[in-house]
C-alpha cells in the first residue's frame, strides 16, 4: 500500500506581493502617526518657548521702567543706523533702572534701541552709557559699548506716549520737566501677529505701581 505524498505548498507571488503591501501601508500609517506626533510636540514646544521669552521681555521693560528715578528724562530719537523704524529710546540720569547682570553698575544713562541683524530684521537690545555726555558723545561711546540682546527678529516697532494733559498719545517726547503717563511699545516678531506693551511710569517725586498689558 502505497503512502500519499507530503506537499510542500509555498506563498505564492500574489500572496507575498500582497503581504508587502499589506506591511507598507500599516508602516506607512505608523510613521505618518508618529511624525504628526513629534510634530505637533516641536511645534507646541516652540510656541511655549516663544511665549516665556516674551514674557521675559515685558517683564524686564516693565521692572525697568517702574524703577525710572524722579530725575529721569525721557527722549526718543530718530537715528539712520537702526532698524525697526530707526529708533532710540534714550533715558537720562537713570541709574539703577533697567539693571542685567554686569550692566547694574554701568553708566547713569540707558537706551532702548535696534539694530539689523543681516537678514532683514532687527535686533531689539539695551545699552548704559555715562553721564554728562552730549549727543555726539553718546553716539561714539554707543558704537562700542556692550548691548544686552533682549528680543530677536524684530520686524517692526514703535514707541508712542500718553499725554495726560492732551489726553492722546503722541509720536515723540522731548518734554524734559514732566513725564508721559503711558508708555506704548507695538513692535512685530517674525511669523507672529503684531503685540502692543503698555507701561504706567511713576509720577515724577511719586513713584507708583507699574504694570505691563497685552493688547492683541
Known amino acids: 500500500m502505497k503512502r500519499p505524498r507530503a506537499t510542500n505548498r509555498g506563498f505564492s507571488l500574489f500572496e507575498v506581493i500582497l503581504a508587502a503591501a499589506i506591511f507598507v501601508l500599516l508602516a506607512g500609517g505608523v510613521y ?10 516641536s511645534e507646541l514646544g516652540r510656541e511655549q518657548m516663544d511665549a516665556r521669552k516674551l514674557g521675559a521681555f515685558a517683564d524686564f521693560l516693565r521692572r525697568g521702567f517702574q524703577n525710572l528715578p524722579a530725575q529721569a528724562g525721557l527722549s526718543l530719537r530718530a537715528t539712520e543706523k537702526q532698524a525697526g523704524n530707526g529708533v532710540q529710546l534714550i533715558m537720562a540720569r537713570a541709574a539703577g533702572a533697567f539693571a542685567a547682570g ?20 532687527s535686533r531689539f537690545r539695551v545699552a548704559r552709557f555715562p553721564g554728562r ?30 499725554d495726560r494733559n492732551s489726553k492722546r498719545f503722541l509720536e515723540t517726547w522731548d518734554n524734559q520737566a514732566e513725564r508721559p503717563e ?25 513713584p507708583e505701581g507699574d504694570q505691563a498689558q497685552k493688547t492683541p
Open 182 to 206: 503711558l508708555i506704548e511699545l507695538t513692535f512685530a516678531t517674525a511669523g507672529t501677529p503684531a503685540q502692543t506693551l503698555l507701561f504706567r511710569l511713576p509720577r515724577l517725586g511719586a
Open 102 to 121: 554686569a550692566m547694574t553698575a554701568q553708566g547713569a544713562g540707558v537706551v532702548l534701541a535696534t539694530e539689523p541683524d543681516g537678514r532683514g530684521a
Open 32 to 41: 505618518f502617526a508618529v511624525s504628526t506626533s513629534v510634530l505637533a510636540a
Open 133 to 162: 555726555l552730549n549727543d555726539a558723545e553718546r553716539e561714539r561711546y554707543l558704537e562700542t559699548a556692550s548691548w544686552l540682546p533682549l528680543l530677536d527678529d524684530v520686524e517692526s516697532l514703535r514707541w508712542r506716549f500718553f
